[in-house]
Each structure stands twice: as structure tokens, then as C-alpha cells.
Nanobody, 116 residues
Framework: QVQLVESGGGLVQVGGSLTLSCTAS????????MGWYRQGPGKQRELVAR???????TYADSVKGRFTISGDNAKNTIYLQMNSLKPEDTAVYYC??????????WGQGTQVTVSS
């Protein structure tokens, strides 16, 4: 069973920055896709960003230019650098890992609150 441990959430003012981390119990690459979903109050879960084994990345339109996803295979950790935060970024952020067997694993979630 793969375990994902998230950290880095918190309270930040509009325009501020936060970096989320997600550490896996096994390699983050080797045919995997990792990334972040988020779920805001009263909203559906939304895919925020993904990073592939090739290190290519994708982003939701709502975060392009503000968020950056990256990975450190030596630390089995991915990061989500979030800049220019807006109130609508307030959500619980969930890390996920999808392997080549199409098995998906989830972190416990970390709260990000952007106050105005």
C-alpha cells in the first residue's frame, strides 16, 4: 500500500504564497503520474496540476501562471508552489499517485485558506 503524506497548507493572505509537499512511500516516477486535486467549499473536486514520469506537467486553466508543480525523485516528493493566491484557491488540496497499473492513491488532504 502506497502512502502519501502531505504538508504545507495553512492560512495566507490574498496575493501570498504557499508550497505544498507530498512525500510518497515509493518512487514518484517510473511510470507514475502524480499531482494535486482540490475541493473547495460546496465545489466538486478539481484537478489542479499533474507531473508525469517524463517530467512534463499540466495545469488547470485557473492556476496557470501562478502554480508550479515539481518533483524530487531522490526524496520521493512532489511540490506545488502556489503564488498570487486568490480567495477562490481556498480548498482542501489532495495529493494523488497513479501508477502504471491504474491504481490510484490519495493523501489525507491539507487545508489551504486564502483570506481577503
Amino acid at each position: 500500500q502506497v502512502q502519501l503524506v502531505e504538508s504545507g497548507g495553512g492560512l495566507v493572505q490574498v496575493g501570498g504564497s504557499l508550497t505544498l509537499s507530498c512525500t510518497a512511500s515509493e518512487s514518484i516516477f517510473n511510470g507514475n503520474v502524480m499531482g494535486w486535486y482540490r475541493q473547495g467549499p460546496g465545489k466538486q473536486r478539481e484537478l489542479v496540476a499533474r507531473i508525469f514520469s517524463s517530467s512534463s506537467t499540466t495545469y488547470a486553466d485557473s492556476v496557470k501562471g501562478r502554480f508550479t508543480i515539481s518533483g524530487d525523485n531522490a526524496k520521493n516528493t512532489i511540490y506545488l508552489q502556489m503564488n498570487s493566491l486568490k480567495p477562490e484557491d481556498t480548498a482542501v488540496y489532495y495529493c494523488f499517485k497513479l501508477n502504471y497499473r491504474a491504481q490510484i492513491y490519495w493523501g489525507q488532504g491539507t487545508q489551504v485558506t486564502v483570506s481577503s
